[in-house]
């Protein structure tokens, strides 16, 4: 029987590619809130997410995506290292998942990122002022490659 070509669910935030049956990759637009890769695999009993992205929103709809290709929500949250855009959407995730990573990983999560974003949060005015300090680098350097 001929498979059928089925529609892949869409997001601002990233668009998926089919790599093999019931592997999905996630795939960051520039224009999204997402910032990083991700993937969604169908275990067949349960969805596996490896990492959750940068952002609530997008990790919203990649929770969406994963229920719509498999059916099911997802079980199992995989972090594969701890820089924040990888699992700062598993906040999403939380309340129905087993969050799994290796031990030096969520270690560096605890100690190093995360106090350094909730001061990053805390400091508004700093943060702008790294944002139009950084618009103006941009205004003025070129790519030397």
């Known amino acids: 029987?001929?498979?059928?070509?089925?529609?892949?669910?869409?997001?601002?935030?990233?668009?998926?590619?089919q790599i093999a049956e019931g592997a999905y990759a996630v795939i960051a637009t520039e224009s999204g809130a997402a910032f990083s890769n991700a993937g969604i695999i169908d275990l067949g009993d349960v969805t596996l997410i490896?990492?959750?992205?940068?952002?609530?929103?997008?990790?919203?709809?990649?929770?969406?995506?994963?229920?719509?290709?498999?059916?099911?929500p997802a079980t199992y949250v995989v972090n594969?290292?701890?820089?924040?855009?990888?699992?700062?959407?598993?906040?999403?995730?939380?309340?129905?998942v087993t969050i799994i990573s290796t031990d030096q990983t969520r270690e560096q999560m605890t100690t190093h990122v995360a106090p350094a974003l909730m001061q990053?949060?805390?400091?508004?005015?700093?943060?702008?002022?790294?944002?139009e300090a950084n618009k103006e680098r941009l205004t003025t350097e070129t790519d030397q490659r």
């Not at 997008?58 to 099911?72: F, H, I, N, V």
């Not at 701890?82 to 309340?95: I, L």
């Open 50 to 72: 490896f990492d959750t992205l940068m952002t609530p929103k997008a990790a919203k709809d990649l929770q969406a995506a994963a229920e719509q290709l498999t059916g099911r």
């Open 120 to 131: 990053r949060k805390e400091s508004v005015a700093d943060v702008t002022e790294q944002m």
């Open 80 to 96: 594969s290292h701890h820089h924040a855009d990888h699992w700062s959407g598993n906040r999403g995730f939380a309340d129905h």
């Open 1 to 17: 029987m001929p498979s059928v070509a089925r529609t892949l669910p869409t997001s601002e935030h990233f668009r998926l590619k």
